[in-house]
Nanobody, 115 residues
């Protein structure tokens, strides 16, 4: 069983930065594909970025050049560095871990971009 715990959300002004962290329990983190999803009110949950076990990263077009996903397997942690934040980035951000046929989810952390 894997538990994912996000942190780092909050309120930030447009153009600002935040770094989200997701700490994973268990021994299989290094083998898992990790991702960050977000869900705004009334909208579906969408993939923001993912990183493979070999650290190959993929990004949604809306965040390319602004967000960076990374992982530290020694700390069982995945990060999402968010720069040049826009009001449309406001959402609950969820950490996801995929191992074979099993998906794991964190509880979510709120990111609000507003002046």
């Amino acid at each position: 069983q894997v538990q994912l715990v996000e942190s780092g959300g909050g309120l930030v002004q447009p153009g600002g930065s935040l770094r989200l962290s997701c700490a994973a329990s268990g021994r299989i983190f290094g083998y898992m594909r990790m991702g960050w999803y977000r869900q705004a009110p009334g909208k579906q949950r969408d993939l923001v970025a993912s990183i493979s076990s070999s650290s190959i990263a993929l990004y949604a077009d809306s965040v390319k050049g602004r967000f960076t996903i990374s992982r530290d397997n020694a700390k069982n942690t995945v990060y999402l560095q968010m720069n040049s934040l826009k009001p449309e980035d406001t959402a609950v951000y969820y950490c996801n871990g995929w191992a074979g046929s099993v998906d794991y989810w964190g509880q979510g952390t709120q990111v609000t971009v507003s002046s």
